[in-house]
């Protein structure tokens, strides 16, 4: 059922992306958790033990990288309902950042790089390189920007509507693809002439639910800074 889901959904967007047309949306207040610090601080206070390069402060430097990761891992999660689903199944930063790459927030080589990088300086006890936790630094700043840009997404397009047009520029259809916080739940829905189906996904199927979060901001992309070849890759 899940595979006859994602089937249903990427065939509709390959074979109709290019009458695609952004028509409008709607966002929500964010749910931010109410932590005394977030990832930035974190990243702070990397910043400034890097520039003391004692093996205290090079330690302390990695520890608060590490941190930044952690806290902004689970910022994402909370803001998008998800925190709680992933505390109540256990699952660790291993599951969180697969479920990012299913998701095609972070893609997977810098993930690599990121993990590896991580697991070299906790598990081999030896004190880090600087040329090392600059690079793990730098994956850092770049994993906290890109989760803050994918929650903003929430907070201006928790809806979004495409309308769907012919060569002759007559509307066809609608496509619609929504994120409902409570549950926390995907609804995409579409009609194109005498076709219409309607789809939703909620976290209980972690994959299927991240596939459906692809597709999501991948539409946001469409709407803003992506191509529909580059969209259409993704898929």
């Not at 597709?215 to 992309?221: A, K, S």
Request: negative net charge; charged residues 30%.
């Amino acid at each position: 059922m899940a595979l006859n889901k994602k089937l249903k959904l990427k065939t509709f967007l390959v074979d109709n992306i290019e009458c695609l047309r952004y028509d409008g949306g709607s966002g929500e207040g964010l749910n931010l958790p109410e932590f005394e610090l977030y990832a930035r601080d974190y990243l702070e206070f990397a910043e400034q033990e890097l520039a003391n390069l004692s093996t205290c402060g090079l330690i302390n430097c990695v520890s608060n990288i590490k941190r930044a990761m952690d806290c902004q891992l689970d910022t994402f999660l909370s803001v998008f309902n998800l925190y709680k689903p992933f505390k109540d199944n256990n699952l660790k930063i291993e599951k969180k950042l697969e479920f990012l790459q299913e998701a095609g927030v972070f893609n997977s080589r810098s993930l690599s790089r990121l993990n590896n990088i991580r697991n070299k300086m906790e598990h081999e006890y030896e004190i880090p390189k600087v040329q090392d936790i600059e690079l793990y630094y730098d994956l850092v700043v770049a994993f906290v920007a890109v989760l803050e840009r994918n929650i903003l997404i929430l907070s201006m397009h928790k809806d979004m509507v495409f309308m769907c047009y012919d060569e002759d520029d007559k509307e066809i259809g609608n496509f619609c693809i929504g994120y409902k916080y409570e549950n926390p739940l995907i609804e995409i829905s579409w009609e194109k002439e005498k076709e219409s189906e309607k789809l939703e996904v909620d976290v209980s199927n972690p994959y299927e639910f991240a596939y459906f979060l692809r597709v999501y901001f991948l539409m946001w992309q469409l709407e803003t800074f992506a191509s529909n070849r580059f969209v259409v890759s993704q898929l």
